[in-house]
């Protein structure tokens, strides 16, 4: 929410033909002949009645309840329960001239938004649904992953998986494992920082040099237009090629400004903020998805899209980043995704998708 008074609510003039329609309204009269056309544009706000919706359908207005004007934008975000340090960006058009055809009126914008205070009790009774019916499936859960994740830490004695502590360094290096195996990413990374000491100087040639540098790891062009455009907009936002600006942020603000550089998906942020930022999130790739769904730690039909809450609620804030690394190695090494080697699994003897021999699933 930004702190600053909604722009452009002042009250706005009407056309005589426009103040003869809300008179007419306001006396209870039927519009007929040339304003039947408006008989649904302008509803009387009753001061004794429940609020009204505030929607936008043609060019419906509100009519002040004591005065022969239509409401204000800000009049009719306090009747939605917004606070007044709420902004609607954009023009209020009050009347039918020509300027009104504007994308997005603060009107328009307002008409189209949920209201806060219902917003805030829908939110209520979805997570109370939420915790009841899966408040025993997640606790359930969670002790599983006590049980397995002992053994899993037993059997891979290596911390990392070569992620960088630079932030930039760590976001490229993740860009470009996508799609790709590991020891080809890794030779591209060498390859990239053997040719560019500083990452700025990617900009300062043309693209046609960094597809060159990536065609071996393969989709070099749009790997290229990628870390182009990212480095950019980080340019634009600190005056150089750095995040090491996000080491003061919350988990919310680190995120949030992750996901919103080009092509930055939930893991590849989440990445950054595990090993460069020293932020506890808990990234999920294809490995660690695999591997959370046949240990039964997530629910069977899960995601990378919904999986992640839902590991969430179960990994403890100290173990996240210990175990996105066990489930990758996990996944790479026995639980792969096709045969995995269940008969040499540490977990075997817990894991509920487990493939033995005398086991009929």
Known sequence: MVRKRVANHQVTAHAATTLERIRLVRKGKRLTGHHRVFGAAYRLLDTNQPAPTVTRSGFRDFIHPNKN?????RELARLQSFPDTYVFK???????????????????QLGNAVP???A????????????????KDSKERADRFATVFGPLDAAYPLT?????????????YILLSRRSREKQYQRSYRELRRRYRRWAEVLKEPRAQLVRALKPLGLANQRAKAIRRILTTIQADFGRTTLYPLKGMTYSEAYHYLRSLPGVNDKSAKCVML????????????????????????????????APPQLESVVPR??????????VLHGRAICTAQRPKCHVCPLRSVCPSARL????S
């Open 318 to 327: 100290e173990s996240r980043g210990r175990f996105h690394v066990l489930a």
């Open 160 to 172: 990392d998986l070569g992620n960088k502590k630079n932030p930039l360094d760590e976001l490229i």
């Open 357 to 360: 021999p005398n086991r009929s």
């Open 275 to 306: 090993y460069s930022l020293g932020i506890a999130a808990l990234p999920v790739d294809t490995h660690t998805l695999r591997v959370a769904k046949r240990l039964g730690l997530v629910q069977p039909r899960s995601s990378l899209f919904t």
């Open 69 to 73: 004007r239509v409401c204000t934008v």
């Open 116 to 118: 806060p205070l219902m």
């Open 120 to 135: 805030r009790e829908v939110g209520r009774e979805l997570r109370k649904h939420i915790l009841v019916h899966r408040r």
């Open 90 to 108: 954009g023009r209020r058009c009050d009347t039918y001239a020509q300027s009104r055809y504007v994308q997005q009126t603060q009107h328009e």
